[in-house]
Protein backbone atom coordinates (compact mmCIF):
# COMPACT_ATOMS: atom_id res chain seq x y z
CA UNK A 1 0.00 0.00 0.00
CA UNK A 2 1.20 3.38 -0.83
CA UNK A 3 2.60 5.67 2.38
CA UNK A 4 0.54 8.66 1.20
CA UNK A 5 -3.17 8.30 -0.48
CA UNK A 6 -4.13 10.77 -2.86
CA UNK A 7 -7.48 11.15 -3.91
CA UNK A 8 -8.01 9.79 -7.55
CA UNK A 9 -8.95 12.90 -10.16
CA UNK A 10 -12.22 11.35 -11.04
CA UNK A 11 -13.61 10.64 -7.31
CA UNK A 12 -12.86 14.82 -7.04
CA UNK A 13 -14.67 15.50 -9.66
CA UNK A 14 -17.61 13.04 -8.72
CA UNK A 15 -17.85 14.74 -5.29
CA UNK A 16 -17.38 17.82 -6.96
CA UNK A 17 -20.95 17.08 -8.71
CA UNK A 18 -22.69 14.26 -6.92
CA UNK A 19 -24.35 15.27 -3.90
CA UNK A 20 -24.05 13.66 -0.62
CA UNK A 21 -27.21 12.61 1.26
CA UNK A 22 -27.65 12.50 5.05
CA UNK A 23 -30.86 12.07 6.35
CA UNK A 24 -31.97 10.41 9.99
CA UNK A 25 -34.46 8.39 9.72
CA UNK A 26 -35.72 7.24 13.31
CA UNK A 27 -32.17 6.15 15.16
CA UNK A 28 -30.73 5.59 12.22
CA UNK A 29 -28.35 7.88 10.31
CA UNK A 30 -28.27 7.20 6.43
CA UNK A 31 -25.16 8.62 4.23
CA UNK A 32 -26.11 8.13 0.73
CA UNK A 33 -26.01 9.23 -2.71
CA UNK A 34 -28.66 9.02 -5.41
CA UNK A 35 -28.36 9.97 -9.31
CA UNK A 36 -29.48 9.17 -12.28
CA UNK A 37 -33.19 9.86 -13.55
CA UNK A 38 -35.89 9.13 -10.87
CA UNK A 39 -38.24 7.38 -13.18
CA UNK A 40 -36.35 4.55 -13.46
CA UNK A 41 -36.32 1.84 -10.69
CA UNK A 42 -33.01 2.08 -8.78
CA UNK A 43 -29.70 -0.18 -8.48
CA UNK A 44 -28.80 0.31 -5.00
CA UNK A 45 -25.40 -0.78 -4.02
CA UNK A 46 -24.40 -1.96 -0.59
CA UNK A 47 -20.80 -1.73 0.30
CA UNK A 48 -19.21 -4.65 2.39
CA UNK A 49 -17.36 -4.47 5.76
CA UNK A 50 -14.27 -2.04 4.97
CA UNK A 51 -16.56 0.31 2.30
CA UNK A 52 -18.51 3.03 2.33
CA UNK A 53 -21.08 4.51 -0.54
CA UNK A 54 -18.09 6.07 -1.87
CA UNK A 55 -16.72 3.22 -2.78
CA UNK A 56 -19.19 2.63 -5.46
CA UNK A 57 -18.48 5.86 -7.53
CA UNK A 58 -17.49 4.86 -10.52
CA UNK A 59 -20.64 2.44 -10.68
CA UNK A 60 -22.57 6.19 -10.59
CA UNK A 61 -20.77 7.98 -12.92
CA UNK A 62 -20.94 5.77 -15.26
CA UNK A 63 -24.50 3.87 -15.09
CA UNK A 64 -26.28 6.99 -14.75
CA UNK A 65 -25.25 9.26 -17.43
CA UNK A 66 -26.58 6.09 -19.28
CA UNK A 67 -29.49 6.87 -18.15
CA UNK A 68 -29.98 4.52 -15.28
CA UNK A 69 -30.49 5.15 -11.38
CA UNK A 70 -27.92 4.45 -9.26
CA UNK A 71 -28.12 4.31 -5.10
CA UNK A 72 -25.36 3.74 -3.13
CA UNK A 73 -25.56 3.96 0.60
CA UNK A 74 -23.44 3.71 4.01
CA UNK A 75 -24.91 0.59 5.93
CA UNK A 76 -25.84 2.10 9.09
CA UNK A 77 -25.01 1.52 13.15
CA UNK A 78 -27.46 -1.86 13.43
CA UNK A 79 -26.37 -4.25 16.12
CA UNK A 80 -28.73 -7.42 14.56
CA UNK A 81 -29.83 -8.74 11.29
CA UNK A 82 -33.58 -8.13 12.27
CA UNK A 83 -32.81 -4.61 13.01
CA UNK A 84 -31.29 -4.24 9.18
CA UNK A 85 -34.21 -5.43 7.68
CA UNK A 86 -36.69 -2.67 9.34
CA UNK A 87 -33.91 -0.02 9.12
CA UNK A 88 -33.03 -0.47 5.49
CA UNK A 89 -36.90 -0.76 4.44
CA UNK A 90 -37.84 2.63 6.60
CA UNK A 91 -35.21 4.14 4.12
CA UNK A 92 -36.90 2.83 1.36
CA UNK A 93 -39.99 4.22 2.37
CA UNK A 94 -38.10 7.77 3.23
CA UNK A 95 -37.30 8.01 -0.23
CA UNK A 96 -40.08 6.95 -1.68
CA UNK A 97 -39.16 3.82 -3.62
CA UNK A 98 -40.76 0.79 -3.56
CA UNK A 99 -39.10 -1.66 -6.35
CA UNK A 100 -35.40 -2.69 -6.03
CA UNK A 101 -32.79 -4.06 -7.95
CA UNK A 102 -29.86 -4.60 -5.32
CA UNK A 103 -26.06 -4.99 -6.07
CA UNK A 104 -24.11 -6.47 -2.81
CA UNK A 105 -20.23 -6.80 -2.26
CA UNK A 106 -19.19 -9.49 0.39
CA UNK A 107 -21.50 -8.21 3.74
CA UNK A 108 -23.50 -6.17 1.41
CA UNK A 109 -24.37 -9.12 -0.55
CA UNK A 110 -25.57 -11.16 2.42
CA UNK A 111 -27.54 -8.31 3.29
CA UNK A 112 -29.12 -8.06 0.52
CA UNK A 113 -29.68 -11.70 0.24
CA UNK A 114 -31.61 -11.16 3.42
CA UNK A 115 -33.84 -8.37 2.87
CA UNK A 116 -34.81 -10.20 -0.46
CA UNK A 117 -35.70 -12.81 1.67
CA UNK A 118 -37.94 -11.38 4.09
CA UNK A 119 -39.20 -8.73 1.81
CA UNK A 120 -39.46 -10.37 -1.47
CA UNK A 121 -42.10 -7.78 -2.69
CA UNK A 122 -39.49 -5.12 -3.16
CA UNK A 123 -36.43 -7.05 -4.40
CA UNK A 124 -37.00 -7.72 -7.85
CA UNK A 125 -33.55 -8.83 -8.70
CA UNK A 126 -30.18 -9.36 -7.12
CA UNK A 127 -26.31 -8.93 -8.05
CA UNK A 128 -23.63 -10.80 -6.19
CA UNK A 129 -19.91 -10.12 -5.94
CA UNK A 130 -17.53 -11.94 -3.50
CA UNK A 131 -20.21 -13.13 -0.98
CA UNK A 132 -21.85 -15.82 1.29
CA UNK A 133 -24.61 -17.58 2.31
CA UNK A 134 -23.57 -17.85 6.37
CA UNK A 135 -22.21 -16.02 9.37
CA UNK A 136 -21.02 -19.67 10.65
CA UNK A 137 -17.56 -19.71 9.44
CA UNK A 138 -16.82 -16.15 10.09
CA UNK A 139 -17.86 -16.84 14.05
CA UNK A 140 -15.75 -19.23 14.76
CA UNK A 141 -13.02 -17.22 13.52
CA UNK A 142 -13.74 -14.93 15.78
CA UNK A 143 -13.65 -16.01 19.23
CA UNK A 144 -13.83 -12.50 20.74
CA UNK A 145 -16.97 -11.59 19.15
CA UNK A 146 -19.08 -11.10 22.15
CA UNK A 147 -16.60 -8.06 23.07
CA UNK A 148 -16.53 -6.17 20.23
CA UNK A 149 -18.85 -3.57 21.01
CA UNK A 150 -16.00 -2.18 23.38
CA UNK A 151 -13.53 -3.16 21.27
CA UNK A 152 -10.98 0.08 20.79
CA UNK A 153 -10.87 1.55 17.09
CA UNK A 154 -7.60 0.98 16.32
CA UNK A 155 -7.74 -2.87 17.00
CA UNK A 156 -10.75 -2.78 14.90
CA UNK A 157 -9.62 -1.05 12.01
CA UNK A 158 -6.39 -3.31 12.25
CA UNK A 159 -8.64 -6.30 11.92
CA UNK A 160 -10.53 -5.15 9.20
CA UNK A 161 -7.21 -4.45 7.11
CA UNK A 162 -5.47 -7.62 7.94
CA UNK A 163 -8.54 -9.37 5.95
CA UNK A 164 -7.74 -7.07 3.08
CA UNK A 165 -4.56 -8.91 1.09
CA UNK A 166 -1.42 -6.92 1.21
CA UNK A 167 1.91 -6.66 -0.99
CA UNK A 168 2.95 -6.10 -4.93
CA UNK A 169 -0.82 -6.05 -7.04
CA UNK A 170 -0.81 -4.90 -10.63
CA UNK A 171 -1.18 -0.68 -10.04
CA UNK A 172 -5.32 -0.90 -10.78
CA UNK A 173 -6.21 -3.46 -7.44
CA UNK A 174 -3.23 -1.39 -5.77
CA UNK A 175 -5.29 1.59 -6.39
CA UNK A 176 -8.60 0.18 -5.27
CA UNK A 177 -7.17 -1.32 -2.23
CA UNK A 178 -5.59 2.59 -1.26
CA UNK A 179 -8.73 3.95 -1.64
CA UNK A 180 -10.65 1.31 0.51
CA UNK A 181 -7.99 1.49 3.16
CA UNK A 182 -8.82 5.40 3.12
CA UNK A 183 -12.43 4.63 3.64
CA UNK A 184 -12.14 2.56 6.40
CA UNK A 185 -10.12 5.60 8.54
CA UNK A 186 -13.55 7.44 7.86
CA UNK A 187 -15.27 5.11 10.01
CA UNK A 188 -15.94 5.56 13.27
CA UNK A 189 -15.92 2.68 16.11
CA UNK A 190 -19.46 2.21 16.39
CA UNK A 191 -19.84 1.56 13.16
CA UNK A 192 -16.95 -1.01 12.54
CA UNK A 193 -18.24 -2.72 15.37
CA UNK A 194 -21.60 -2.81 14.09
CA UNK A 195 -20.57 -4.39 10.35
CA UNK A 196 -18.52 -6.84 12.58
CA UNK A 197 -21.20 -7.58 14.44
CA UNK A 198 -23.50 -8.42 11.85
CA UNK A 199 -20.59 -10.32 9.70
CA UNK A 200 -19.97 -12.78 13.16
CA UNK A 201 -24.16 -12.80 14.42
CA UNK A 202 -25.47 -16.30 14.09
CA UNK A 203 -27.38 -16.26 10.61
CA UNK A 204 -28.30 -18.13 7.25
CA UNK A 205 -29.63 -17.39 4.22
CA UNK A 206 -32.90 -19.48 3.40
CA UNK A 207 -34.92 -20.24 0.45
CA UNK A 208 -35.78 -16.78 -1.97
CA UNK A 209 -39.12 -16.75 -3.92
CA UNK A 210 -36.80 -14.65 -6.70
CA UNK A 211 -36.30 -16.80 -9.93
CA UNK A 212 -32.68 -17.67 -10.16
CA UNK A 213 -33.15 -16.06 -13.42
CA UNK A 214 -33.39 -12.55 -11.66
CA UNK A 215 -29.56 -13.10 -10.05
CA UNK A 216 -26.24 -12.56 -11.46
CA UNK A 217 -23.13 -13.94 -9.63
CA UNK A 218 -19.76 -11.75 -10.02
CA UNK A 219 -16.94 -13.44 -8.65
CA UNK A 220 -13.17 -12.63 -9.09
CA UNK A 221 -11.19 -15.61 -10.14
CA UNK A 222 -7.60 -14.27 -8.76
CA UNK A 223 -7.62 -13.91 -4.81
CA UNK A 224 -10.30 -12.38 -2.46
CA UNK A 225 -11.13 -12.36 0.92
CA UNK A 226 -14.13 -14.26 1.01
CA UNK A 227 -13.06 -18.05 0.99
CA UNK A 228 -13.30 -19.85 -2.14
CA UNK A 229 -15.53 -22.91 -0.46
CA UNK A 230 -18.05 -20.07 0.41
CA UNK A 231 -18.64 -18.81 -2.97
CA UNK A 232 -19.11 -22.12 -3.95
CA UNK A 233 -22.31 -22.78 -1.65
CA UNK A 234 -23.70 -19.64 -3.25
CA UNK A 235 -23.32 -20.83 -6.94
CA UNK A 236 -25.04 -24.06 -5.46
CA UNK A 237 -27.85 -22.57 -4.09
CA UNK A 238 -28.19 -20.57 -7.22
CA UNK A 239 -27.63 -23.06 -10.08
CA UNK A 240 -29.48 -21.27 -12.63
CA UNK A 241 -28.13 -17.73 -12.06
CA UNK A 242 -25.88 -16.12 -14.91
CA UNK A 243 -22.47 -15.98 -14.07
CA UNK A 244 -20.07 -13.02 -14.64
CA UNK A 245 -16.53 -13.92 -14.03
CA UNK A 246 -13.27 -11.89 -13.62
CA UNK A 247 -10.04 -13.09 -14.20
CA UNK A 248 -8.35 -10.42 -11.62
CA UNK A 249 -9.75 -7.53 -9.59
CA UNK A 250 -9.26 -8.73 -5.98
CA UNK A 251 -11.57 -7.91 -3.28
CA UNK A 252 -13.04 -4.57 -5.42
CA UNK A 253 -13.66 -5.13 -8.73
CA UNK A 254 -15.97 -2.54 -8.58
CA UNK A 255 -12.85 -0.15 -8.36
CA UNK A 256 -9.81 -2.15 -10.06
CA UNK A 257 -12.28 -3.44 -12.81
CA UNK A 258 -14.90 -0.87 -12.84
CA UNK A 259 -15.27 -1.23 -16.84
CA UNK A 260 -16.38 -4.97 -16.43
CA UNK A 261 -18.02 -4.39 -13.92
CA UNK A 262 -20.18 -1.49 -14.89
CA UNK A 263 -20.81 -4.03 -18.29
CA UNK A 264 -22.23 -6.61 -16.56
CA UNK A 265 -24.22 -4.61 -14.25
CA UNK A 266 -25.54 -2.80 -17.32
CA UNK A 267 -26.57 -6.83 -18.80
CA UNK A 268 -28.20 -7.62 -15.81
CA UNK A 269 -30.63 -4.54 -15.55
CA UNK A 270 -31.72 -4.88 -19.69
CA UNK A 271 -32.00 -8.36 -18.74
CA UNK A 272 -34.62 -8.02 -16.07
CA UNK A 273 -36.58 -5.48 -17.74
CA UNK A 274 -35.37 -2.16 -16.15
CA UNK A 275 -35.14 0.56 -18.96
CA UNK A 276 -32.81 3.27 -19.12
CA UNK A 277 -33.76 6.78 -19.77
CA UNK A 278 -30.64 8.70 -21.23
CA UNK A 279 -33.27 10.83 -23.01
CA UNK A 280 -33.78 12.41 -19.39
CA UNK A 281 -30.06 12.61 -19.14
CA UNK A 282 -28.83 16.21 -19.48
CA UNK A 283 -25.28 16.59 -19.84
CA UNK A 284 -22.53 18.77 -18.35
CA UNK A 285 -19.68 20.17 -20.58
CA UNK A 286 -16.11 20.51 -19.37
CA UNK A 287 -15.94 23.61 -18.94
CA UNK A 288 -18.61 23.67 -16.33
CA UNK A 289 -21.04 25.37 -18.43
CA UNK A 290 -24.33 24.21 -19.93
CA UNK A 291 -26.41 24.11 -16.54
CA UNK A 292 -23.79 22.70 -14.20
CA UNK A 293 -25.03 22.60 -10.95
CA UNK A 294 -21.20 22.07 -9.14
CA UNK A 295 -22.04 24.90 -6.99
CA UNK A 296 -25.32 24.01 -5.26
CA UNK A 297 -23.60 20.94 -4.79
CA UNK A 298 -21.35 22.20 -2.98
CA UNK A 299 -23.30 23.78 -0.90
CA UNK A 300 -25.32 20.43 -0.27
CA UNK A 301 -22.10 18.03 0.38
CA UNK A 302 -22.25 17.03 4.16
CA UNK A 303 -25.60 18.28 5.06
CA UNK A 304 -28.97 17.11 5.78
CA UNK A 305 -31.11 16.65 3.03
CA UNK A 306 -34.52 15.89 3.68
CA UNK A 307 -36.07 12.96 1.10
CA UNK A 308 -38.26 15.05 -0.53
CA UNK A 309 -35.66 17.17 -2.07
CA UNK A 310 -34.22 13.97 -3.68
CA UNK A 311 -36.12 14.43 -6.63
CA UNK A 312 -39.65 13.62 -5.54
CA UNK A 313 -41.63 10.51 -6.45
CA UNK A 314 -40.12 8.23 -8.83
CA UNK A 315 -43.18 8.10 -10.88
CA UNK A 316 -42.49 11.48 -11.48
CA UNK A 317 -42.55 11.61 -15.24
CA UNK A 318 -40.97 15.12 -15.58
CA UNK A 319 -37.97 14.68 -13.99
CA UNK A 320 -34.18 15.40 -15.18
CA UNK A 321 -30.85 14.73 -13.71
CA UNK A 322 -27.61 16.61 -14.95
CA UNK A 323 -25.30 14.08 -15.17
CA UNK A 324 -21.49 15.20 -14.93
CA UNK A 325 -19.15 14.19 -17.57
CA UNK A 326 -15.42 13.07 -16.02
CA UNK A 327 -12.40 14.92 -17.54
CA UNK A 328 -10.68 11.81 -19.29
CA UNK A 329 -14.72 9.95 -21.12
CA UNK A 330 -14.58 9.85 -24.47
CA UNK A 331 -16.79 6.92 -25.24
CA UNK A 332 -19.91 7.44 -27.58
CA UNK A 333 -23.57 5.46 -26.92
CA UNK A 334 -22.52 2.98 -30.19
CA UNK A 335 -19.51 2.10 -29.15
CA UNK A 336 -21.59 0.92 -25.35
CA UNK A 337 -23.77 -1.24 -27.74
CA UNK A 338 -20.94 -2.97 -29.21
CA UNK A 339 -18.91 -3.49 -25.76
CA UNK A 340 -22.69 -4.89 -24.68
CA UNK A 341 -23.14 -7.21 -27.76
CA UNK A 342 -19.75 -8.56 -27.44
CA UNK A 343 -20.16 -9.19 -23.49
CA UNK A 344 -23.46 -11.57 -24.00
CA UNK A 345 -21.41 -13.79 -26.33
CA UNK A 346 -19.02 -14.54 -23.74
CA UNK A 347 -20.96 -13.92 -20.69
CA UNK A 348 -21.15 -17.47 -18.89
CA UNK A 349 -17.57 -18.22 -19.97
CA UNK A 350 -14.87 -17.38 -17.74
CA UNK A 351 -12.06 -18.04 -19.90
CA UNK A 352 -13.08 -15.76 -22.27
CA UNK A 353 -15.27 -13.09 -20.66
CA UNK A 354 -12.45 -10.64 -20.51
CA UNK A 355 -11.07 -10.54 -24.36
CA UNK A 356 -14.10 -8.86 -26.31
CA UNK A 357 -13.85 -6.60 -23.59
CA UNK A 358 -10.11 -5.56 -23.73
CA UNK A 359 -9.65 -5.40 -27.31
CA UNK A 360 -13.21 -3.24 -27.90
CA UNK A 361 -11.44 -0.75 -25.01
CA UNK A 362 -8.58 -1.30 -26.58
CA UNK A 363 -9.90 -0.28 -30.25
CA UNK A 364 -11.05 2.84 -28.42
CA UNK A 365 -8.05 3.95 -26.91
CA UNK A 366 -6.35 3.45 -30.97
CA UNK A 367 -9.13 5.84 -31.92
CA UNK A 368 -7.81 8.75 -28.89
CA UNK A 369 -4.39 8.83 -29.75
CA UNK A 370 -5.38 8.71 -33.40
CA UNK A 371 -7.21 11.82 -33.08
CA UNK A 372 -4.29 13.65 -30.58
CA UNK A 373 -1.40 12.57 -33.46
CA UNK A 374 -4.60 14.34 -35.90
CA UNK A 375 -4.26 17.42 -33.70
CA UNK A 376 -0.28 17.12 -33.19
CA UNK A 377 -0.46 17.63 -37.46
CA UNK A 378 -2.79 20.73 -37.55
CA UNK A 379 0.04 22.37 -35.24
CA UNK A 380 2.30 23.31 -37.91
CA UNK A 381 -0.07 23.95 -40.40
CA UNK A 382 -1.52 26.87 -37.74
CA UNK A 383 1.62 28.12 -37.51
CA UNK A 384 2.54 28.14 -41.17
CA UNK A 385 -0.60 30.10 -41.70
CA UNK A 386 -0.28 32.61 -39.09
CA UNK A 387 3.38 33.16 -40.58
CA UNK A 388 1.57 34.34 -43.71
CA UNK A 389 0.48 37.54 -41.75
CA UNK A 390 3.03 40.39 -41.91
CA UNK A 391 5.25 41.51 -39.35
CA UNK A 392 4.48 44.54 -37.63
CA UNK A 393 6.31 47.52 -37.99
CA UNK A 394 9.41 48.43 -36.77
CA UNK A 395 10.23 51.56 -34.93
CA UNK A 396 13.40 52.75 -35.35
CA UNK A 397 14.18 55.48 -31.98
Not at 62 to 86: A, C, F, M, T
Not at 94 to 103: E, F, M, R
Not at 180 to 197: C, I
Not at 282 to 304: A, T, V, W, Y
Request: aromatic letters at 10%; charged letters at 20%.
Amino acid sequence: MKGVFSAPGDYIHFKSQVPLHKIPIGTKQWRYYDFGPKVVPPLICLPGTAGTADVYYKQIMSLSIKGYRVISVDIPRVWNHHEWIQAFEKFLDAIDVHHIHLYGTSLGGFLAQLFAQHRPRRVRSLILSNSFLETRSFSSAMPWAPIVSWTPSFLLKRYVLTGIPDGPHEPFIADSVDFVVSQVETLSREDLASRLTLTVDAASIGPLLLSDSFITLMDTNDYCSIPQQLKDQLSERYPGARRAYLKTGGDFPFLSRSDEVNLHLQLHLRRVGVEARPDLVKGISKDGSGGSSSEKNDEREDSDVPPKDNGGSPESPSTETQLPEAPESSGSHSLDDQLLSNAKVCFTSPEHVRLPISHAFFEKQQDIVSTRSSFERLRPKATLHQSCFPPPPTINY
